[in-house]
């Protein structure tokens, strides 16, 4: 079964430093999202991107944060200089509404800490 | 605004028996989509159920199913026959129905299943 993979699974990167994670979504996925946790907090919306932009954000996701699909497959989530605050589990996901399904299918995540 | 409400921050059932996790949502859309999300241990979001505002039918998969009341706004959870794999974290969300649209999680129910 196709699934959504993540890289790398955890990522330590001292505060002030730019991280780039990385997502390889369902292959015939058109809609791709990223979402966060913060540890012990439910999972907040980050960004949603479609055909080549952002469809939507969150107050979350400012101008410290950037999203990018490089080529046919990988989608990344940068952020440029890290803080404290962005430790969190990051996941990665992927749908496609047109097939009338709109289930998001998640990756498993990657840990970022800040030091 | 959409808001998604679990207020059981923690449950616990016996192995085999039967249990309800509660989800109560606030929203002014008509048609939208409900989840439950389980999150084990490694923190991997896997999808358990959907359903679909417009259908008056609960979903069921195998184990797990739903008792949608949309009048209230009720999306409750029901895991029977209990196994000790159920233990995780279970997360209600919520989506509204069109395009590339991002999930609105509640906190989260813990789950023990206790053998």
């Known amino acids: 079964e196709p699934e959504v993979t993540q890289t790398p699974s955890h990522q330590v990167t001292q505060m002030g430093q730019e991280v780039i994670l990385r997502c390889v979504p369902i292959?015939?996925?058109?809609?791709f999202y990223w979402y966060r946790q913060i540890l012990g907090q439910k999972v907040e919306f980050l960004v949603s991107?479609?055909?080549?932009?952002?469809?939507?954000k969150s107050e979350i996701f400012d101008d410290q944060f950037s999203v990018e699909r490089p080529d046919g497959s990988n989608f990344t989530l940068k952020i440029r200089s890290t803080k404290l605050e962005d430790s969190a589990m990051y996941f990665c996901?992927?749908?496609?509404?047109?097939?009338?399904?709109?289930?998001?299918?998640f990756g498993p995540g990657t840990r970022l800490t800040v030091t | 605004a959409q808001t998604v409400t679990q207020s059981q921050p923690e449950m616990s059932v016996q192995e085999a028996e039967t249990v309800t996790l509660s989800c109560t949502y606030d929203?002014?859309?008509?048609?939208?989509?409900l989840f439950w999300y389980k999150q084990p241990p490694s923190r991997q979001m896997i999808l358990v159920i959907r359903?679909?505002?417009?259908?008056?039918q609960n979903a069921t998969e195998n184990r797990f199913s739903v008792n949608f009341q949309k009048a209230a706004k009720s999306f409750s959870l029901k895991i029977s026959d209990s196994q000790l794999g159920d233990t995780a974290m279970y997360f209600c969300?919520?989506?509204?129905?069109?395009?590339?649209?991002?999930?609105?999680f509640g906190t989260g129910t813990r789950l023990t299943v206790i053998p």
């Open positions: 969300a919520f989506m509204k129905h069109a395009g590339a649209n991002n999930l609105f």
């Open positions: 991107f479609y055909n080549n932009e952002i469809s939507e």
């Open positions: 929203t002014s859309e008509n048609n939208y989509y």
């Open positions: 359903q679909e505002a417009y259908k008056q």
């Open positions: 996901a992927s749908s496609n509404p047109g097939t009338g399904s709109y289930e998001q299918y």
């Open positions: 292959s015939n996925h058109l809609y």
